[in-house]
C-alpha cells in the first residue's frame, strides 16, 4: 500500500491526528482571548502543566474518535462493496439465465421480470412490473390459475407449487407457446411471493412430436404391410405384432399374444422355427416354413424370415419374425399339382384310345383286306357275294367305330350339338334295332323288342339317341353267352319313359358297374381288358342321355347277364301315338 | 394235311381264316374264346394253334401260357395271331407267354399260308 492508499484508508484517523496542533493552536489562541495575562507564544511553546495534560487529552480523544469513525466507515463500505457485487452478480444471472423468472405477489401483481421472460413472452420489464399475470395465461388457463391462488392463499396446500409443470403461456403476440413452469413460493412479512421459472418448450415439443411422428410412421408402416410382422424378445416373447399379423392370426386385440411364447399356435414345423430362433441369437437369418393355426381355427401356412435385431453398437437386442400367409398360394399349387395330374392322367387316357382304337380298326381292316384278297380268286358267285357281305359288315363295324371317336371328340370339346325334336319312342326303338340288324350280318343273338301300349312322344335328338341304343345293344350282343335273345323294353312311368336293354351275358361285378360310365373304363389297363371295342361306348351313351335330360343306370349279376335302363322325357305338349 | 385250331372271338376272322386254310388242305376247328379252345386241347390234339389275344374272359396270352404250361400240350406250336403289333406286345406274346411266333393283323394271305406251313414241317 503506498502513501496515497494509506490516507485514502485512513483518512479519518489522519484527519484526527492532523487536527491535533490546530486544536492546540486554537487552545492556545482562546487561552490568551479569556485569560489576557499570557501572550500568545508563551501559550503555545510553553503551556502550563494542566493546559499540556488537558490538550493531551483532548488530542487523544481526537484520535480515537478518528479512529473509531474509520472503522464504521470501513465496515459500511465494505457490506456496500459486498451487497453491490451479489447484486451485480445476481442480475447478470438474471440477464443470462435462458429461463424466464417471473414473481407475483399474492395480488398477482409482477414484481419481477427477467430479461428471458422478455425474450420468451414479449413484454418489457417496465410494461409488465405492477400488472396482473393474467395477461400472459391462456384463456383457457384462466380459470384455473386464478382458483389455484386462491386456493393456495385459503389452504395453503400446493397443487403446483413445488413442482414442474407442462402448460401454456400466452405471449405479447397472442401466440401461445408451450412451456415448462417450476413454481415456488416464499412467504415475506406475512405476504406471500410466487415465482415461476418458465422455460420455453416449443422446441422441445417439436422434437417430440417429430419422434412421435417417425414413430406413428414407422407403426404406419409395419400396420400397412400384409405381412405378419413380429418384434420378439430375447427369451422368444411375443413384443409385438403388425395388424395384418393380428388379423391373420384371427385375433381380437393386438396385444392379446404379447408377452406369450412366439410358438404360439404352431401347429407344424415348430422345431424349424425354434431353430431360427436360435439361430438369430447367433446373429443369424434364418427362411423357414411353417402351419399355424388361428384363433378361430383356420389352418395358415407361412413363408418366414426370422432375423436379428441389432441397436447401434451391433449388440443384438430384439428378433424380427416377418411371416407371409401362403395359404391360398399352397392351395392354389395344390389345385395346379391336381390338375397337372388329372391332366397328365387324360394324356395317358388320350395315348391309350389311340392305341385301342387303332387295335379295334385292325379288325375290320384284317377282314376286309383277306375277304378282298380272296373274292380276288374266287369263281363261285355264291361264295364271292358271302365275302362281300363280310367285308361290308366289317366297314360298318369301322365305321361305327370312327363314329364313338367323333362322338368322343366333340364330347371333349363340350360343343355336343343336340338337335331336339318331337317323336315317338316306338320309331326311335324300332329303327334303331333295324338299322342295327342290318349292319351286322352275323348277330350272334335276336333282339327282342317289348313295347307298352300308348306310349307318348319324347324330346331328344333322334340321331344321337339311335347311337346310344346301337351302341348299348352292340355291348349286350358282345358280352352275351351262347344264342340268348337280347331284350329291349320300354315303359312309361310317370312323366319319363324308361328304356331297358337286358342280356344274358358274363355280367360284371358291383366293382365294374361303378365304374362303367367313367369314359374308357375299359381302356384303363388295370380294368384288365380283353374285349374288343374303344371303351368309349357306354361313356358316349351316358353323355347323350344326360345331355337329353335322362338318367342312366345299370343292374348286373356276374355270369347271368346285364340290364341297362335309361330314362327320357316325355313331350307334354305332343299328342301321345302309336308307333 | 393237318389239324389247325383257331381261337377268335370275331366270326367274320373265324369264316375267313377257315376258308384260306381249308384251300390249303388243313383240316380247321373252330374256339370262339379261351375256354373253348381248352376244351377241344382236352380232346384230339391240333398240330398247330392260331390263337388271337382278344378274347372274352381270360385273353390269348393266359390261354397260352396254360397250354405251354400242360406237358401234353406244351409242344403243340402256338402263334399269335392279333392286332397287337408293338415290339412290347410280340415280347408279351413270345417271351412271357411262350408263343412261338407272331402273325399281325391284318395279315397277307401268303404269309399266313408260309408261316403255317413252316411250322408244320418242323
Known sequence: MNYKGIIKQNNIIIAGIVAIPFYWIFESVLHVVIFHDTNFIDQLLFPEPHEIWMRSFVAAFLIVLGVYIQLRVTERKKAEETLMESEGRYRSFMETLTDAVVSIDEDQAITFWNPAAESILGYMEDEVLGKSLEIVVPDKYLENHKKGVKRYLKTGKPKVVGKTVELEAKRKDGKIIPIELSLSVDKLKERYNFTGIIRNITERKEAEKEIQLKEENLRLLIDSSQDCICHISLDGKFLSMSAAGCRLNELDSKDELIGKNCTTGIVENLDEVEKGVKRALEGK??????????????????????????????????????????????????????????????????????????????????????????????????????????????????????????????????????????????????????????????????????????????????????????????????????????????????????????????????????????????????????????????????????????????????????????????????????? | MARILIVDDDPSILILTKRILEKENHEMVIAKDGQECLEILGGDRPDLILLDVMLPGQNGWEVCKKIKKDPKTKNIPVVMFTVHTSRESVEKSLVNAHADAQINKPFEIEELIKTVEEFLKK
Not at chain 1, 384310345?353 to 375277304?371: F, K, M, W
Not at chain 1, 342321355?545 to 343306370?553: L, T
Not at chain 1, 348286373?556 to 335309361?566: A, I, N, Q, T, V
Request: charged residues 30%; proline residues 2%; contains cysteine.
Open chain 1, 285 to 579: 437369418t434364418m427362411s423357414l416354413q411353417y402351419k399355424s393355426v388361428g384363433k378361430k381355427g383356420r389352418k395358415i401356412s407361412w413363408d418366414s424370415v426370422i432375423t436379428p435385431v441389432r441397436d447401434n453398437n451391433g449388440e443384438i437386442t430384439s428378433i424380427l419374425r416377418i411371416s407371409r400367409d401362403i395359404t391360398d398360394k399352397k392351395f392354389a399349387e395344390k389345385k395346379l399339382k391336381k390338375a397337372h395330374e388329372e391332366l397328365k392322367s387324360l394324356d395317358t387316357l388320350k395315348s391309350d384310345i389311340i392305341a385301342n382304337v387303332s387295335h379295334e380298326l385292325r379288325t375290320p381292316i384284317t377282314i376286309i383286306s383277306a375277304s378282298l384278297d380272296l373274292i380276288k380268286n374266287e369263281e363261285d358267285k355264291k361264295e364271292r357275294r358271302e365275302l362281300i357281305i363280310m367285308a361290308k359288315d366289317a366297314l360298318n363295324r369301322q365305321n361305327r367305330i370312327v363314329s364313338d371317336l367323333i362322338a368322343a371328340t366333340e364330347m371333349k370339346l363340350g360343343n355336343m350339338d343336340i338337335k331336339v325334336s318331337s317323336f315317338p319312342i316306338n320309331d326311335l326303338i324300332n329303327l334303331s334295332v333295324l338299322d342295327f340288324e342290318t349292319r351286322g350280318s352275323n348277330l350272334k343273338a335276336k333282339i327282342v323288342i317289348q313295347l307298352e301300349e300308348d306310349l307318348p312322344m319324347i324330346m331328344g335328338d333322334f340321331d344321337q339317341l339311335k347311337h346310344a341304343i346301337q351302341n348299348l345293344l352292340n355291348n349286350a350282343i358282345k358280352f352275351n353267352k351262347g344264342n340268348e335273345d337280347v331284350l329291349i323294353e320300354a315303359k312309361k312311368k310317370k312323366s319319363i319313359i324308361e328304356v331297358c336293354v337286358t342280356d344274358k351275358g358274363i355280367g360284371m361285378s358291383p366293382k365294374h358297374i361303378k365304374k362303367i360310365f367313367d369314359p374308357l373304363y375299359q381302356a384303363d389297363s388295370s380294368a384288365g381288358r380283353s374285349y374288343e371295342g374303344t371303351g368309349m361306348g357306354l361313356a358316349i351313351v351316358f353323355k347323350i342321355i344326360e345331355a337329353q335330360g335322362g338318367k342312366i343306370w345299370a343292374e348286373s349279376e356276374e355270369g347271368r347277364g346285364s340290364k341297362f335302363y335309361f330314362t327320357l322325357p316325355t313331350d307334354n305338349k305332343g299328342a301321345s301315338r302309336r308307333g
